[in-house]
């Protein structure tokens, strides 16, 4: 759903073709994001049956096929509200909010936070369970000294990919404070 979340964000901002919003969103997102022309139009497509965006003009100039450009509906304000706390509230990783994050002006800053919050709570829960499990001593039985040294490069990986992700969502709650 992040791709129709930009779609809509830009289109609640504007009326625009396809070509516009993706422009936009590489633009904005420093081409993090990999958008195909089909996976862009699959998605317009998708918002236009859903009745999120409609048909703003179509245009036919010389020699060129005819350019639509969208705007979005009432429905579809309502759709990317919904989406936006949506994404925050079954946010697996800081990435995977890139797309509400650039909307969130539109909607109650303060109900973010709360997910923001109860995402920091499970993210200090499982950097607990990986650290008691890096403190153990003992070698489990079946583990060989080797081994235990590869379990304990993930483990270490793992609790660092932790800890940078809680640093996110700590900077992502002070902007959300803030404002």
């Known amino acids: 759903m992040s791709l129709q979340i930009f779609i809509l964000g830009v289109l ?3 009326e625009h073709h ?4 993706k422009k936009m969103i590489l633009d904005n997102t420093d081409n993090v994001v990999n958008i195909t022309d089909g996976n862009l139009y699959y998605n317009f497509d998708v918002l236009l049956k859903k009745g999120h965006i409609e048909k703003a003009q179509v245009v036919q100039t010389d020699n060129r096929p005819e350019k639509t450009t969208y705007r979005i509906t009432d429905s579809g304000k309502k759709a990317l509200e919904d989406e936006i706390y949506t994404s925050f509230k079954n946010a697996k990783t800081v990435l995977s ?3 509400s994050i650039a909307f969130i ?8 936070a709360f997910f923001v919050e109860e995402a920091m709570e499970k993210l200090h829960k499982r950097i607990d369970m990986v650290e008691s ?3 153990a001593k003992k070698i489990p039985d079946g583990l060989t000294k080797k081994q235990l040294s ?3 490069f993930i483990a270490t990986h793992t609790l660092d990919t932790l800890h940078t992700e809680l640093k996110a969502y700590e900077a992502l709650l002070d902007i959300l404070r803030s404002e």
Do not use: F, Q, T
């Not at 396809?18 to 919003?21: E, L």
């Not at 002006?105 to 973010?112: E, G």
């Open 97 to 99: 909010l890139y797309a």
């Open 18 to 21: 396809p070509y516009d919003v």
């Open 105 to 112: 002006d539109l909607v109650d800053k303060s109900r973010l």
């Open 150 to 152: 590869y379990g304990r």
């Open 133 to 135: 499990k890096l403190a």
């Open 12 to 14: 609640n901002k504007a």
